[in-house]
T-cell receptor, first 115, second 115 residues
Framework: KQEVTQIPAALSVPEGENLVLNCSFT??????LQWFRQDPGKGLTSLLL?????REQTSGRLNASLDKSSGRSTLYIAASQPGDSATYLC??????????????FGRGTSLIVHP | GAGVSQSPRYKVAKRGQDVALRCDPI?????LFWYQQALGQGPEFLTY????????KSGLPSDRFFAERPEGSVSTLKIQRTQQEDSAVYLC?????????????FGQGTRLTVV
């Protein structure tokens, strides 16, 4: 069974810092990995999706990398802002060859960026 | 609509009451997922539909939980005889393909509180 772990569980930083959020998974037979943002009381907003054949994806100040063989992904946030405060979740989609279509989520990293 | 829509946004139920949660996926999306998210946790898989077929319901916690998608579009998650441990946010996601080989889009969720 796929297990997804996110470290750290919580992070509080001053504005302007560059951040690294970590996601690790136990089964490397994945199809893709997706990073989401969740604001309090809200649903999930997709940030970046990395296919298993890719090494990284970038969107604005966000960069996500994937090392499938070691079961790791990182989300890099450059020049953090108070508006980045949210919970960040990663979800791993299994390879269809395994017969499952069910993505597994980590528990998230709760980020607070203070002015 | 342009996104995934869930209703109601909030529901307070007395213990023992039956509830029905609705999800309107993005038009034309094949896959529909239901997840349960307890406070401070990541989303936990409940059930998966591919069009009208319920292909996986392994995450439903008990036989009090029932989901349907009769015409392959709108889905309803029904919880019978609600209990306090059912209190959570219920998230619905849809994807254009099987599983989410492409991107998954989430609704705002329904926050269920059982008193």
């Amino acid at each position: 069974k796929q297990e997804v772990t996110q470290i750290p569980a919580a992070l509080s930083v001053p504005e302007g810092e560059n951040l690294v959020l970590n996601c690790s998974f136990t089964d490397s037979a994945i199809y893709n990995l997706q990073w989401f943002r969740q604001d309090p009381g809200k649903g999930l907003t997709s940030l970046l999706l990395i296919q298993s054949s890719q090494r990284e994806q970038t969107s604005g100040r966000l960069n996500a990398s994937l090392d499938k063989s070691s079961g790791r992904s990182t989300l890099y946030i450059a020049a953090s802002q108070p508006g980045d405060s949210a919970t960040y979740l990663c979800a791993v989609h299994p390879a269809p060859s395994g017969g499952s279509y069910i993505p597994t989520f980590g528990r998230g990293t709760s980020l607070i960026v203070h002015p | 609509g342009a996104g995934v829509s869930q209703s109601p946004r909030y529901k307070v139920a007395k213990r023992g009451q039956d509830v029905a949660l609705r999800c309107d996926p993005i038009s034309g999306h094949v896959s529909l997922f239901w997840y349960q998210q307890a406070l401070g946790q990541g989303p936990e898989f409940l059930t998966y539909f591919q069009n009208e077929a319920q292909l996986d319901k392994s995450g439903l916690p008990s036989d009090r939980f029932f989901a349907e998608r009769p015409e392959g579009s709108v889905s309803t998650l029904k919880i019978q005889r609600t209990q306090q441990e059912d209190s959570a946010v219920y998230l619905c996601a849809s994807s254009v393909n099987r599983g989410w080989g492409t991107e998954a889009f989430f609704g705002q969720g329904t926050r269920l509180t059982v008193v």
